[in-house]
């Protein structure tokens, strides 16, 4: 993996790769929660709904895992209740931030917790972040702005609540990570959801007139985020967080705007603009870099390679060309043989010998002697 993690997530790699995947099919089943709930909205308050949601998904999880909830301690119970509250935070945050904020700049901005969830990795938990993983989460994290279209315009109070939505589900990532390892899964996940419908139920009786829906699609709607979104989801990724980093599944489920755009153009007749296309490739490439080791050699000569590019100074290729010019292949452990007493990588052919101990000729006129023109 890019990220250093304690020894005992590296041990059991199928088991990782399990989970992760897990994570990919909650971060698809987010995105289609976008198509499914615009139609159920306008039957129910937002508030009611995200209650209703929780509270099936809590009374789903705590049946079959009853017994665990009844051991339970009271750490466990205190340390369900803040996750629950962490993730009612993100969504109180993110609500309130829409009324003053662009829907792109809340989307851009929420998502963001790709970024400071490996922030806080390295601050909290210690996790060193390593160069390539950074460059991933750069990558993700630009192509989330290229998808939300987020076009620079600035909101202060709006973009600061949202920023606290998204800080908010990065602190619910690392708290899950530390929590999932000390306390039972089933349990800790019936409590934090119940947490959340509880203070989703009274967000609605305070804010808005709270009632039931009273159409059968805004019903489904609340059945599949409960059973899907919630009860599901939730348990896969306190599953996931035993097995991989906060930082991966974080980029992972930085993945749900970009099924959100697939559901939609597929689902809902929503077209994304050139752009948006452009950048959920961008964010799936980031994703997908992540499992991606480069060694550092070969991250050596690329960065050789595109200096060579933009200096228009020739460097492995033509060295290797020269030392063994005339067809002969060349073997990796040649080229640091045929640097001279020039600039480190430097051309230098009036320095450099041929097999035969005479001066090696330059690419331009082994192409010559072949026939060939450039």
């Known amino acids: 993996m890019s990220i250093e993690e304690p020894a005992a997530r590296k041990t059991d790699a199928p088991a990782a790769w399990i989970a992760e995947s897990g994570l990919v099919v909650v971060a698809a089943v987010f995105g289609l929660t976008f198509v499914v709930i615009q139609d159920a909205i306008e039957d129910v308050p937002p508030w009611s709904f995200v209650a209703l949601r929780f509270l099936l998904a809590a009374g789903v999880v705590a049946v079959p895992y009853a017994a665990q909830i009844a051991r339970l301690s009271r750490s466990g119970w205190g340390a369900g209740a803040g996750l629950g509250l962490l993730l009612v935070g993100g969504y109180a945050f993110q609500t309130i931030g829409l009324v003053y904020t662009t829907a792109s700049n809340s989307g851009f901005i929420t ?12 601050l909290l938990l210690r996790q060193r972040v390593t160069r390539w993983s950074a460059l991933c989460i750069a990558t993700a994290a630009v192509g989330l702005l290229l998808l939300s279209g987020y076009g620079g315009a600035f909101h202060p109070l709006g973009d600061a609540l949202t920023l606290a939505s998204s800080l908010c589900f990065a602190l619910h990532i690392i708290a899950m990570d530390r929590a999932v390892r000390l306390f039972p899964t089933g349990a800790l996940v019936a409590v934090q959801l119940a947490t959340c419908g509880t203070l989703a139920l009274c967000i609605a009786l305070i804010k808005e007139d709270f009632r039931l829906p009273g159409e059968w699609d805004a019903w ?8 899907a979104a919630s ?17 991966r599944v974080s980029v992972i489920l930085g993945m749900e705007p970009v099924f959100a755009g697939v559901f939609g153009y597929w689902l809902a007749g929503d077209r994304l603009t050139p752009l948006g296309w452009a950048g959920a490739a961008t964010m799936v490439i980031g994703v997908l870099l992540m499992d991606v080791k480069p060694s550092r050699m070969s991250l050596k ?4 390679w595109g200096r060579s590019v933009f200096t228009g100074r020739p460097q492995a290729f033509d060295i290797v060309f020269t030392r063994h010019g005339r067809g002969r292949a ?3 452990s040649a080229v640091p043989h045929t640097r001279t007493a020039g600039a480190d990588g430097e051309w230098l052919p009036g320095h450099l010998e041929g097999p035969e101990g005479a001066n ?15």
């Open 220 to 227: 489904g709607a609340i059945a599949f985020t409960g059973l």
């Open 330 to 332: 060349a073997s990796r």
């Open 231 to 247: 009860a599901f989801a939730y348990f896969v990724q306190a599953y996931a967080q035993r097995r991989t980093s906060p930082t």
């Open 111 to 122: 998502g963001l917790y790709i970024v400071f969830t490996p922030l806080m990795a390295a």
């Open 360 to 374: 090696a000729p330059g690419p331009s006129a082994l192409l010559s002697e072949h026939g060939r023109t450039g």
């Open 301 to 304: 000569w690329a960065l050789e």
